[in-house]
């Protein structure tokens, strides 16, 4: 497996950057890569459920990247320091002759106690089923998001504030029936809408659903007991 992989300029860097920051502040937790074929792949988490009775969908976000196709790796690793890592990358002096080569970077001691990357979206096999728009998305996103800070109290416990998110996150949105609202608060919080009139695709492969933007993918897992036939 290799350990490390590069990122074509100083742009694609500051790019990662800006998206592992974002869903730093939602999870701040662990990213998965997975590279191969050229293409680094990076996942985070949004929302995944934390017990058995927790009822919340999971929800990851997908930004994808050129990268050498030598790098063949599927790692979890910690997002501070994988940050570290890359502000090092871009901080480096580099020679003007340098400039137009890829930009290295090394993987950090990777992790194995996060759940939710056990979890593996398909790669293939995905069907267009709809579109929407992003104005969509922000709207079902905001509400939500009002209506998680109105229902919990200052200092509320955890079991509460994951019963209330769960709630407003699994519940589908009036546009798209068959999408939870949790993937518009995924695309507001990684920053992955545009303009209102943006058209967002939606794909869907078994129990998984795809929403692609000009920025990104949201990706939901539907627990089994919400399959539509």
Not at 12 to 23: E, F, I
Not at 198 to 203: F, L, R
């Amino acid at each position: 497996m290799s350990e490390s992989f590069s990122l074509v300029d100083a742009l694609a860097v500051s790019d990662l950057q800006v998206y592992l920051s974002r869903a730093g502040r939602v999870e701040d937790g662990s990213v998965r890569l997975i590279a191969g074929s050229g293409v680094l792949a990076a996942y985070t988490a949004v929302l995944y459920p934390r017990g058995l009775l927790d009822r919340i969908p999971t929800v990851l976000g997908l930004r994808t990247f050129v990268t050498d196709p030598g790098a063949v790796f599927d790692a979890v690793v910690p997002t501070r320091s994988l940050l570290d890592r890359l502000a090092r990358a871009a901080d480096a002096p580099r020679q003007a002759d340098e400039e137009a080569n890829p930009i290295g970077i090394r993987l950090p001691l990777q992790v194995s106690t996060v759940t939710w990357a056990g979890i593996t979206p398909p790669r293939g096999g995905w069907r267009r089923v709809g579109e929407t728009t992003a104005a969509v998305l922000a709207r079902s996103a905001d509400e939500g998001i009002a209506e998680v800070a109105s229902a919990i109290p200052h200092e509320a416990g955890e079991q509460l504030v994951q019963r209330v998110r769960a709630e407003v996150w699994s519940r589908p949105m009036p546009e798209l029936e068959y999408v939870a609202a949790g993937a518009a608060f995924a695309a507001r919080s990684l920053g992955f809408l545009g303009e209102p009139e943006e058209p967002v695709t939606v794909h869907e492969t078994g129990p998984w659903t795809r929403l692609t933007l000009l920025r990104g993918h949201v990706l939901l897992k539907r627990p089994a007991w919400s399959l539509r036939g």
